[in-house]
């Protein structure tokens, strides 16, 4: 089930919403605060991550924290 965010015109506060389906996202939600339905879904930002290996050791003469080849500009 997805988490939307909506925005609330009456109060103009945000707040999330789970909805069950696309076609109750569309529905009008009432708002938490004011209890108004006077509200619309807003764009909302979404992260991204990817989990690092750490089975796979540098390679010889690279600490494992930079992202180039060669030797590590750190010393290490």
Known sequence: MPIYEYTCAACNKS???LAKSMAD???RVK???C???K???AM???AVSAQESKSAAPGPGMCGRCCGDG???MGD
Do not use: I
């Open 15 to 17: 707040f999330d919403h």
């Open 25 to 27: 996202a569309d529905a």
């Open 31 to 33: 708002c938490p605060s």
């Open 35 to 37: 209890g108004s339905v």
């Open 39 to 41: 509200t619309k879904r």
């Open 44 to 46: 909302s930002v979404f």
């Open 71 to 73: 030797p590590c500009p």
